[in-house]
């Protein structure tokens, strides 16, 4: 299949490589072209503008923010700009008004919009292991599903409303830092009464806990691997303040979303911007004078 894919980073990246081992013919288009390069010298096609690469049946964005997100699809050369009707499947973890925004756009124009969000650090994403949630017409979750079954490995289909699979990814994403702040405070307890953490970790994700969530973010706390970030903080950060853009729209209280937040703030500030959001352990063992 002929397709694009916007957006060239450490997710984005290895999905076109294994569409491209798939043997899809994909156009990659990077607002730092170095990237694209990259990948053209693997099998992918280098193109000029956005537009350029909606050239096909199917268009991939997978963008940091929502403001990247807009610039793609409705500015100068951008996918609504391009001559066909291509399937935007927008990857990108983005707010659900910009969602509905682009499920209208899409409308209007005679396109059609799914939200693919996806869930998996960026290893998941080089050995095709991500988990993705669509959302959008059945008929064009259809077209799209030999694309995510060569970057994924299972598809969970949330109904034909677009936006609803962007709902399921924030909440997705407060439940993983969620577990990521539980795991932290208790590692601090445990190691202040005398347990070390990686004992702890053996027993907890050897009986009640064996889940990927607690396996690979709880050998990331033991190990204090927060560098190179797979997930950096400040992006996090903007999808907590989704969650409770959302939260605040449906008239949900989530007191624990505050503390996340300012456990994000804090490592941001006393770390830097290229710690891995679960660098938020710091915090609390800091927190508890370790």
Do not use: Y
């Given at each position: 299949m002929k397709i694009g894919f916007i957006g060239l980073g450490q997710m984005g990246s290895a999905m076109v490589r294994n569409l491209v081992?798939?043997?899809?013919?994909?156009?990659?288009?990077?607002?730092?072209?170095?990237?694209?390069?990259?990948?053209?010298?693997?099998?992918?096609?280098?193109?000029?503008?956005?537009?350029?690469?909606?050239?096909?049946?199917?268009?991939?964005?997978?963008?940091?923010?929502?403001?990247?997100?807009?610039?793609?699809?409705?500015?100068?050369?951008?996918?609504?700009?391009?001559?066909?009707?291509?399937?935007?499947?927008?990857?990108?973890?983005?707010?659900?008004?910009?969602?509905e925004r682009l499920a209208k756009a899409h409308a209007e124009h005679g396109s059609v919009l799914v939200s693919a969000p996806v869930f998996g650090r960026p290893a998941a994403a080089e050995a095709a292991k991500l988990f993705i949630a669509a959302a959008g017409p059945a008929d064009a979750i259809a077209t799209c599903k030999p694309l995510f079954e060569a970057m994924g490995q299972k598809v969970f289909e949330i109904g034909e409303h677009a936006p609803a699979a962007n709902l399921v990814k924030l909440c997705g994403n407060f439940l993983i830092l969620s577990a990521v702040e539980a795991m932290a405070e208790a590692m601090t307890l445990a190691e202040k009464g005398g347990v070390e953490r990686a004992t702890l970790l053996e027993v907890l994700t050897g009986s009640l806990f064996g889940s990927p969530i607690y396996q690979t973010y709880g050998d990331i706390i033991v190990k204090e691997s927060f560098r190179p970030a797979g997930f950096a903080a400040p992006l996090g950060l903007k999808d907590m303040n989704l969650v409770s853009q959302a939260a605040t729209d449906a008239r949900v209280p989530m007191p624990l979303l505050a503390v996340l937040r300012d456990h994000l703030l804090s490592t941001i500030a006393r770390e830097g911007e290229d710690i891995d959001w679960s660098g938020i352990a710091r915090i609390v063992a800091a927190d508890a004078g370790l």
């Open positions: 081992k798939a043997g899809h013919q994909v156009l990659v288009w990077n607002r730092s072209p170095a990237k694209a390069e990259a990948l053209a010298a693997e099998g992918a096609k280098r193109v000029s503008t956005p537009a350029e690469a909606a050239q096909g049946a199917v268009v991939h964005t997978m963008l940091a923010d929502d403001k990247a997100v807009e610039a793609v699809t409705f500015g100068a050369d951008g996918i609504l700009s391009a001559p066909g009707k291509p399937i935007h499947v927008s990857h990108s973890t983005i707010g659900l008004a910009l969602a």
